[in-house]
């Protein structure tokens, strides 16, 4: 599936490229900020809003954009996610009408790795909540007209805090839909979808995980996990160098 992310590098206002409609709408909508002083030349200055950071479409019922996600690229751990005022807007988009199983992730890119695999996206929808804390109103709305729903997989970062939401909102999910299935998908103790992409070249470790999906709470879900990391960790320290010829 292709990916539609930009870029921001804060520049799209400047030089030959400055245009005094498309400024006040950026101003309208939080890309820009009028600046305290004013440019070389005279000119009022702004100040762009989530420069150099990886940009995600939100989009609402009718599948149009009503609000971004920013992604920083910088070394911060502390300042990495940003959404324009009044956030609006759902990742990758609302689920369809004839979802039957819907997995939620702890984040945007979480969401755009998972879309990458097509033995997922085959027979899932993939819905992102915007962090821990994430499950708005407008995920609610978004699930409650899933009226050929049958089963909601969280799959959120395996650390406590992951934990934790997973536990709060598969509660509050179950009480209001008591037929719905609920499951949770374990993954290495720190990992995330994401990291986890990072670390296995194999797209097939998240089927696996998948299907080994339990309830909310399950601890012999993770006995696998382990044994698929050691393999993994296995795998790369007897893979041939490839500064050195493979004797055999």
Sequence with gaps: MKLEIGYNTGQF?????R?????????????????DRSGRTGEEAYRPFAKYCLVFALRNKANQVSGLYFRSTGSDQEQRHFYLKDRQGL??????????KLILTESVIDAATLLQVPAI?????????????????????AIRKLTKLQEVIFWLNADAPGEEATKKHAATLQALYPQLRITQVYMPAGEDVNSLAQTHSDPGIFTRLLDQRQAPGVEGAKLFLSSEKSIEKKKSVEAPSANRPNIS
Excluded: F, M, W
Excluded at 13 to 17: K, N, Q
Excluded at 91 to 100: F, G, S, V
């Design 13 to 17: 206002y400047h030089g030959t490229r």
């Design 19 to 35: 245009d005094e409609g498309l400024i006040q709408s950026c101003v309208e909508v939080g890309l820009l900020s009028k600046h």
């Design 91 to 100: 990742y990758p988009r609302y689920p369809a009408p004839e979802t039957k």
């Design 121 to 141: 996206t085959a027979d899932h929808s993939v819905l992102a909540l915007y962090g821990t804390n994430g499950l708005t109103d407008e995920h609610g709305d």
